[in-house]
């Protein structure tokens, strides 16, 4: 089969990547398969024991869409050995062992979820402990001696662990082997992981080596933020988007996310065209309320498909910000050349006493414009582009802003 | 069958023993097996890369002899399983991996050298590869999840190797754990080992407590000190005694070690009988040299039979101290009540000029009695018991001492 050229495959590549170690591996390997016409393999392993996607996980099972649509062959690998042992020392709950009938079902569980944003004809979906179910004490020893307990310990949370004297499990340090040894078995060519996977990444390298291949290169993506803007995208923070939620849930949480986080999202989370992310830098900063409804339209749209996202937008716009606001609900028009600050305008509006009340009163999250809260107090309003809109403080308080 | 009292095994069973971990269990797994007549199962793990066994190893097949002969179960564990691997890491060339059929050689000439200690009859010689062959890698997480890496690095070489930056393998860190399933293999009423195995023994109990095994006791021997008095005996530093040598050559290495020696050779490397050791410490205390040469013919005389270390001590007596002397030797007679310092006497013979320089040559080891060679420059001479003898001074100064 025939490949773009390098720097176009490139240029998609690196979008939104943390890291890709080495970069001129990766070159190598693209320029390589651009001459012989074979596609590169790409790995990205995925746990079993937390069947539910969402936006955060996202972010790598798009990068491999990106390869994907480059022609490159996505193998997704189902940590199944590893799920079936769960915690061996039997102290933790957390990890409770699964069946191997339960982690096949979950693994299906997550191809079936991957597939809304994989090319799913193009994806082989495979389960380690095939392989792994296989090795010896022999095979393992082997395996071990192949890296050291001071590397193993240089794994940041490892380190942290063993400095602060909590208790690491010897079958801890065996789990970056096992996955290691899933890139000999399918010979990968590229890894994908959040920052969090590059030490594992980089031991499969390692296993890699000595097992006489050719070394992946490791590529990480980052690690999304949720909806409240700081901690990791997680179900147990309740601050994520399910890649499965109804189309009209994940419009409105999308537009929940604080403002700092539009163009983020848009790099990570979106299929906006690699070619426009400059074009769309610029329209969040200047249009930050209608920058992220067409962030939260895009995001839909590619798990939903365009009607029901449409459909999702209008819904949200007429029905949800009406439903919120008041039928009697006062009119203002500010003075103003167009721009102007978001707490100026709580004051001039009578809405707030003075700046500083309005600030604190931004910061504790009692500030909406048209349904969506505002935390930010340095957010500036572009009337001639967003206006009319409500803007709402506290509970009960409502105003209609025109220009 | 039936066995000794608990309190006349155990008076032999600490004989020479560094440590018994825990002591109370040993207590009532011995009245256990009293009052049940049931033996206790006795684990010797040996390595099969090192074939050749001197006096050191003697020492805990020694202690395995005794608790044969108290009815006790021997199981001798050959551990091919790790000999088979060797180095993992492939770095070094100090452990070669061997071949089954290496492994299987090596310890049925281990096997062999043993019987020459063990009650053959009554031992049972098994190879680890039987079992950990078998393991999976599911097993091996199983158990690695039983222990941590805090622990396994607790382990004095390793946290010497871990702090001083030298690196440790992975897969050293599994080999504890396979000598610990070892136990469980067997179950292991008690496990025997050098004081340097004191950790792979306290695994085992680990291992088989996770088991839902009884825990074996752990009976740790001293590591023997070679013919320098000094390091520990080991054919590297060529100061051992082979069990296998020729009775005369057995006989005069005895002999050879620093007086200091003497009484732990009798406690840890002879059979003289447990309740003759007072006797003993006073025999060696007041005859230095006849003591050695009782515990020199009782050495010989266990690996060679009463009458071969019968003709080994005359020979020695008779032709070997003669041979080193020349027939014209001069004779002196010290002025002293008895006993005199060897300094004092080399000096007053005119040998030397001064008790200083009398000191340096027997520092130098260029002094000896009777053909051995004397390397305690406070070393006393009994002369009521020890002479007639033959002082040697360098290559060529010799004096008969006369009473």
Sequence with gaps: MTFAPVEEQLLHLRRGVAEIVPEEELVAKLAHSCRTGKPLTIKLGCDPSRPDLHLGHAVVLRKLRQFQDMGHEAVLIVGDFTGMIGDASGRSKMRPALSLEETRRN????FEQASRILDKE???IVYNSTWLGELTFEDVVRLAGKTTVARMLARE?????YTKDEPIGLHE???PLAQAQDSVEIAADVELGGTDQTFNLLMGRTIQKAAGQPPQVCMTLP???GLDGVEKMSKSLDNYVGICEPASDMYGKVLSIPDKLTYRYFELASDEDTHRLPEL???CRTHPRDAKHRLAFSITRLYHGTPVARAAQEHFERTIIRKLVPDDVASFRPESDGRIGLLNLLTQAGLTPSNGAARRLVEQGAVSIDGIRVTDSRREVDLANEAPFVVKVGRRRFLRILW
């Design 281 to 283: 830098a610029e329209f």
């Design 157 to 161: 949370d490892f380190a942290g662990r």
């Design 122 to 124: 193009r994806v082989r």
């Design 173 to 175: 340090l065996l789990y």
């Design 223 to 225: 690690i999304l933020e």
């Design 107 to 110: 693994g299906q569980s997550y």
